[in-house]
């Protein structure tokens, strides 16, 4: 029954999208995804679904902002249209308002396919809600959309209440969602050992630029300093323009033994300082859903998790860690010294996390995914 086409259109199809790719295609054999830049499969999931790069992606700037998207153009291969049109695919999901989805709903009735647009979440940064020109576009093109999915509440309700779609056709549930054994089945060999840190550990793996926040997250550490309170580490994974700035300020804050920066680590390894850490933050100032939560949770850790991220949705208040404004230093230090006085708190916490998660799995997502395909052709 589901031996036909779909085709994903994706303009960079990273990792996290991975596992529930994987477990849409067990459900759609002749699923196949059409992206720009490719940087190979997740460790545990090679060859788990059929790839095809039109042609890399450009990214051009419209106007720039140091803590949020800012305003973006992505340029995108004009010649998916020739491939689609070959590939006859019955339903394409596509990524967002960009181009592909535009062109996709262009060619709708040439190619006698369904369009489902997958917006992952709500943002001021790509919401563009004080711009009447996109929003009369994107309303046009939700209206021409079979389906619109989001991973939030915040993404249905900008769909519904900004755009104007039918709320019968908007699903919200999220599917970029982690596999925890594949984090930590292949996670591979560190060099650095994080386990013989001082503890408790927080963990941060991100970009280190201004919209991440871990500026702000230094400063709380910082304040701790400032109240004598020293046993505990900061781990950070990643890199990015900031770096120099906030090494520098960890020196003179008197934090070089308190953090701790790893720098990137391929993503097969994550699993490993995801596993050894004992809490993980994600102090962002805009994220339309923020993955690396919901892979924290998968293994069993607490969250203190930025208000300002939309996954901080699956994040519930007090009973697997603490939603938290960055722009207040002062509260997440405060937060993070619950853990650190409270170490029982890391060990409830955490298992509170992994059962949160049991809903949302790659497989829940699939058959979520499933269900939103087959409702548009029963609507065909």
Known sequence: MNNFPIAWLLNSPFYYWHPTLSEFTRLFPQTTVF???????????EDSFTVEVVGDYKVI???????????????????IVNRLLRFKPRVIFSNSFGVWTILALLFKPVGKWRVIIAYEGSSPGVDYRNSAARLAVRRAMVQAADACITNSQAGKAYL????????????????????????????GNSEFNISQLQQPIFLFVGSVTPRKGLDFLLQACAILER???DNYTLVVIGDGPQREELEG??????????????????????????????VFVLPTLEDTWGVVV?????????????????VAEIVVEGENGYIFDPYNPEKLAEMMSRFISNRDLISSMGSRSQELMAQYTPKAAADFLAEVTSLVLENS
Not at 36 to 45: E, H, Q, S, T, V
Not at 254 to 264: A, D, F, I, Q, Y
């Open 249 to 278: 300020f960890c020196r003179s804050a008197n934090l070089t033994e308190r953090v701790k920066w790893l720098g990137k680590i391929d993503y097969g390894q994550l699993g490993t300082f995801f596993r050894a850490a004992s």
């Open 35 to 45: 992206g720009g830049w490719w940087k190979g499969y997740a460790p545990g999931l």
């Open 294 to 310: 919901s892979e924290a949770m998968a293994i069993g850790k607490p969250i203190l998790c930025s208000k300002w991220a939309g």
């Open 160 to 187: 519904t209440e900004i755009l104007k779609a039918k709320a019968d056709r908007v699903f919200a549930k999220p599917y970029e969602v982690p596999d925890p054994k594949a984090l930590l089945e292949y996670s």
């Open 61 to 79: 700037p419209i106007l720039r902002s140091s803590t949020s998207y800012g305003s973006n153009f992505t340029y995108l291969p004009l010649s």
């Open 227 to 229: 109240q004598k309170v």
